[in-house]
């Protein structure tokens, strides 16, 4: 079987909406999937992706891609998430799941935290709301969340490759670099293939040929590009080794995020 890459495209409110087309054309030509993840709250001027960019929204389910949500605010979830309490992070997660649905027809069952910021009552959540699935870490393979000894049943895909602007801090380098150096990291696939993030207007950003080349270097390279709904598919949850999670950092990016940390109870079944 070939060796997989999960695009996770983060579409955080209205003014992202506009790439759609051009990203799902894109998508279409290089035969990748992708799964979309989406900020539905209004922007600073009241602009509501769910009532004022609806059909370019619709496009992407129907053009078969997978879709989640992104929180309800990213910019407030990125500045409040790691020390918010539960009754705010589960109003979150209700004004983010009732867009949705009011949206797309059907509940959620992918969720992704912006910025991979969280604490333990938004990965409680992620286990008591039902989703299938969920992106809020960063990573080196799909495992089941273990926050200060509490299982979250709730598998995570954490993202395992540096993003085009993680890249840019770190070397000092533009985009055509950056490509080169994510071809570099998936020259060898590993066993549980890759997560890549970005966001939809830096795939078509100014140079759009960039995420074009390295899209075709991925399928050159022998891998299927797919959605994290497919990605998961590959594994069975009760399989899937238990892992903590950490804050920590990663190079290029400012702040501390959610990592998967060691697995769980491992010192204790390999002491020292």
């Known amino acids: 079987m070939k060796p997989t890459i999960a695009l996770r495209i983060e579409v955080p409110g209205y003014r992202a909406c506009a790439t759609l087309p051009a990203l799902i054309a894109l998508l279409q030509s290089q035969e990748a ?29 129907a053009a078969g891609f997978d879709t989640g949500i992104f929180g309800w605010q990213p910019s407030q979830w990125l500045k409040r998430a790691a020390a918010a309490p539960a ?42 709301l039902g989703f299938a699935r969920a992106s809020d870490t960063r990573g080196r393979h799909p495992f089941i969340p273990v926050w200060n000894g509490e299982i979250v049943r709730c598998p995570q895909i954490p993202v395992t490759l540096p993003t085009f602007d ?49 899209l075709a270097g991925w399928r050159s390279q022998g891998y299927r590009i797919v959605s994290l709904d497919v990605f998961a598919a590959g594994f069975v ?22 990592l998967q940390g060691d697995e769980f109870l491992s010192e204790w079944r390999t002491p020292q």
């Open 33 to 61: 999937g992708a799964s979309f993840l989406f900020g539905l709250s209004n922007d600073w001027l009241g602009r509501s992706p769910a009532r004022h960019a609806r059909s370019l929204l619709e496009q992407v389910p």
């Open 87 to 128: 009754v705010w992070v589960s109003e979150q997660f209700a004004q983010a799941r009732a867009a949705f649905e009011k949206t797309f027809g059907c509940a959620p069952q992918l969720t992704a935290a912006p910025g991979w910021q969280g604490n333990p009552h938004a990965l409680r959540l992620t286990q008591r």
């Open 237 to 258: 949850i009760d399989q899937l080794p238990r892992h903590e999670i950490i804050f920590g950092t990663v190079p290029g990016h400012s702040r501390p995020v959610l």
């Open 166 to 214: 993680e890249l840019a801090v770190a070397s000092g380098k533009g985009m055509a670099d950056a490509v080169d150096a994510l071809l570099a990291l998936t020259a060898q696939p590993p066993r549980f293939g890759h997560v890549f993030n970005l966001t939809a207007s830096r795939a078509l950003g100014k140079a759009p040929q960039h995420f074009q080349r390295l």
